[in-house]
């Protein structure tokens, strides 16, 4: 009796034993190659602009993988590369040797056009590789490439900037922002700035701008005297990822007032001059 009661005892507890120990999976008797990790430089990839994908690739196989070879095949859904370039040599990648459980990068330069669209693209990819028999393998993979916006918005204003005044006398600095994306921007704000030069208005909020959109910015400007001062303007909006940016522009301005102001005084000076030594005025 105690015989039939130990047996399905002995066979539950091992069936619970199975379950509660962890399994441990051997290492395929053959290459396995899969990518590990995917980098781009720069980390952001704009429409129009070069990049470099760095693709790693690791061999969990228990064997070593030779001749690999890595091919940028298409974006998924399309039959070629689409709104992406090949730069250099083209799109097959060769590395002689991966040994088993170590990795190998491997540098793919791009481009992407400047009428890509600003989101994600997957890249399909194919991965061949030999064991030491000469066996064939592959193994096919897709990465993903986010395209974001380019700089949306413009400073429209040249580097050198010469401050003339108007017919009331003022001197004003203008310019001109504006939207060349290909999507509407928000939150933007603008700030000029400059060591010895005071402006009447120094910052303005816009708020959005949609495709094509422009604006002008004016503010009245005196310098502390006549030469040459640095200026930044600085302008900031939030693109159509939720993505703050920041675009900055350097100008010089050239102030003339204090040399206009010297020359009149010496013109008056002169004048003045004259009359006291033909007419004794002044003397």
């Known amino acids: 009796m105690k015989e039939k009661t130990i047996l399905p005892i002995l066979i539950l507890s091992l069936f619970i034993l199975s379950c509660i120990t962890p399994c441990v999976f051997a290492a395929p008797e053959q290459p396995l190659l899969q990518i590990s990790s995917v980098t781009y430089s720069p980390e952001t990839v704009s429409p129009g602009k070069e990049f470099k994908l760095t693709v790693t690739l690791a061999n969990h196989g228990d064997y070593d993988a030779k001749n690999v070879t890595l091919d940028v095949l298409s974006i998924a859904g399309s039959q070629d590369l689409g709104v992406f370039s ?4 083209g799109s097959h990648f060769y590395v002689e040797k991966i040994p088993s459980g170590e990795n190998s990068a491997i540098e793919i330069p791009m481009v992407s056009s400047p009428s890509a669209e600003a989101k994600n ?3 399909n990819l194919q991965i061949n590789c030999e064991d030491s028999d000469g066996d064939d393998y592959s193994f ?4 993903g490439v986010l395209v974001n ?26 310019f001109e ?8 921007v928000k939150g933007v704000q603008l700030n000029v700035s400059g060591d010895g030069l005071n402006f009447t208005s120094s910052s303005q909020y816009y708020g959005t701008f949609e495709k094509d959109d422009n604006d002008d910015f004016s503010t009245e400007v005196t310098a502390n005297g006549q030469g040459e ?10 693109d159509s990822f939720n993505n703050e940016r920041t675009l900055e522009k350097n100008v010089t301005i050239i102030s003339q007032e204090a040399a206009a102001q010297k ?16 007419f004794g005025i002044g003397a």
């Open 86 to 89: 090949m730069v250099g040599s």
């Open 121 to 123: 693209y997957n890249l």
């Open 140 to 143: 096919a993979e897709t990465v």
């Open 149 to 174: 916006e380019s700089d949306s918005m413009s400073i429209i204003v040249p580097d050198r900037y010469t401050l003339t005044a108007n017919d009331q006398g003022v001197t004003k600095f203008d």
């Open 177 to 184: 922002i504006a939207n060349y994306g290909s999507n509407p």
């Open 229 to 238: 001062y640095p200026a930044k303007i600085t302008l900031k909006y939030v």
């Open 263 to 278: 020359n009149n005084n010496a013109d008056e000076n002169i004048f003045q001059k004259f009359l006291r030594v033909v």
